[in-house]
């Protein structure tokens, strides 16, 4: 039997609740459709809630902490070896369509960045070069979230095709002149935007695989909903503000919690403490908003979802009408969450809630995976490289340290594994936590803090109350402690088996 093909379709910072089969005030048919035609996963978790870490564990099957990429600004190491890597040797096409950030925007000597400035915009230079680029023979790139200044690499010389220079006007200094206060409608042609590009370009991936008789494994990688809140007409009216259920902070819920979170709530909080690189720490700011600011931001967020899911739908029915669809395994996640006003945040940060940690994971082949099924069975980012090379019935290199879930996707196994570990690594000593997180509880210690986080999920599942210093929950976090520290000690990769006593 020939090979499966691949499709990873990935959104970026998407909540798990934003899918229309389980939410009806959103509106995502194509995701819906992927919902009844394969397996959902409720509990699925990223490897880090922030984008670089999270990413490079997709396609390594390791941990933050072990393939390097370890924060923003950092990048994942030339010398690790990658999923398109194996799979090329097994004669697949591998490639990567829009987001990549795998590189951080700034280069150097000691640490080259091809994602960086000013290479970001040398279009000369992006016209010639297509791979190979961690285990993708052809990539085409795109950095930019919105009207990010960002803008350039393939998606700027196919916005030079179609538009001319003028394409700049929708973009910040120093590309363009678009105001960055400016939010929620985007002048941007909806013919013009990434999210369209991504879908033409994959679907020719797709046909140039498909004519040349090769497996592919292609990851179709959508920068929305992201933000900048910015989404073009005539998405932009799609939701009603005042028709969504916007969530917000309960009452004294953060009083239990480490200092961080509750200075999010001070207009204009003090992080100095927590200092230490010199750069910027992700969600260290406030989070207030006007109630009726947020309440638009979710309409705006809820529009980019939709927006993406239009064009995921182009994909799907490419593979429909190359008649592949039976043939190809297609896996739809996102790098991590994010928040619309859960627990009074914005965006992302350090505050591994299960808003931000976990994520939406649907995975659909007709005949293999069972179809409408919904399980809770736990899933990490770090699984996907290791479960496609079984799918792919290629061996498993010993230093990925993932879990094989081939047997769960096909229904065979109810779990493959009883935790998931995220990491959140953002300052060298002062900032860098780890979360465990089980069927029924969540636990979060940081490095060189007595102070933590302790959930019960099935009696609070909103996660208000923060158990880590209540005396009646003294037995069950020193368990939970253990757990962690045996899941951190089953992390360790092991690239050789012991062969001899000695």
Request: aromatic residues 10%.
């Amino acid at each position: 039997m020939p090979p499966p093909n691949v499709l990873l379709v990935t959104s970026d910072q998407q909540h798990h609740r934003t899918i229309g089969a389980f939410n009806p005030q959103i509106s995502t048919p194509s995701l819906d459709r992927l919902v009844r035609e394969g397996s959902t996963f409720s509990r699925a978790y990223c490897a880090d809630p922030t984008c670089t870490p999270t990413r490079a564990s997709i396609i390594t099957g390791r941990y933050p902490s072990q393939h390097g990429a370890w924060s923003l600004g950092t990048k994942l190491p030339e010398s690790e070896p990658t999923l398109g890597e194996y799979l090329q040797v097994a004669g697949y096409t591998t490639a990567l369509i829009g987001k990549a950030h795998f590189q951080p925007l700034v280069t150097t000597s000691e640490f080259p960045s091809l994602e960086a400035y000013p290479i970001l915009h040398d279009l000369d230079l992006w016209r010639r070069f297509h791979g190979p680029y961690y285990g993708f023979e052809h990539v085409e790139l795109v950095r930019n979230h919105t009207s990010e200044a960002h803008a350039g690499q393939h998606y700027a010389l196919w916005l030079e095709e179609r538009a001319g220079p003028e394409w700049r006007d929708h973009f910040q200094a120093p590309t363009g002149s678009w105001d960055p206060a400016r939010q929620h409608r985007w002048t941007l042609p909806e013919e013009l935007h990434y999210n369209a590009w991504i879908a033409e370009r994959t679907t020719a991936l797709i046909d140039r695989a498909v004519d040349a008789g090769r497996p592919f494994f292609a990851w179709a990688s959508f920068p929305d909903p992201h933000p900048p809140y910015l989404v073009p007409e005539p998405w932009d009216t799609m939701y009603d503000p005042g028709s969504l259920d916007v969530p917000e902070l309960a009452s004294g819920e953060h009083d239990r919690n480490p200092r961080h979170f509750g200075l999010t709530q001070e207009i204009d909080p003090d992080f100095s403490e927590w200092a230490e690189s010199g750069q910027p720490i992700q969600g260290f700011a406030s989070h207030l908003r006007d109630p009726e600011e947020r309440r638009r931001l979710v309409a705006t967020y809820y529009a980019m979802v939709s927006f993406t899911d239009h064009h995921i739908g182009r994909i799907l029915d490419h593979l429909d009408a190359a008649a592949i669809k039976e043939d190809t395994i297609v896996i739809f996640t996102t790098d991590h969450g994010h928040f619309y006003g859960q627990h009074g945040l914005q965006a992302k940060g350090p505050f591994l809630y299960e808003d931000l940690i976990r994520v939406p994971f649907i995975v659909r082949r007709p005949g293999r995976i069972p179809a409408g099924r919904v399980t809770s069975a736990i899933q990490s980012h770090v699984d996907i490289a290791p479960t496609v090379l079984a799918l792919a019935d290629m061996p498993i290199p010993r230093t990925m340290t993932g879990v094989d879930q081939r047997a769960v996707w096909e229904g065979n196994a109810e779990r493959a594994r009883d935790h998931a570990i995220v990491e959140f690594h953002h300052e060298p000593t002062t900032l860098n936590l780890r979360t465990y997180v089980d069927h029924t509880h969540k636990l979060t210690v940081y490095q060189g803090r007595t102070d933590g986080e302790l959930f019960d999920l099935v009696a609070d599942p909103d996660e208000r109350s923060n158990l880590w210093a209540a005396p009646e929950a003294a037995a069950l976090k020193s368990e939970l402690l253990l757990r962690l520290a045996w899941g951190e000690l089953a992390k360790e990769p092991m690239w050789m088996p012991r062969g001899s006593r000695a």
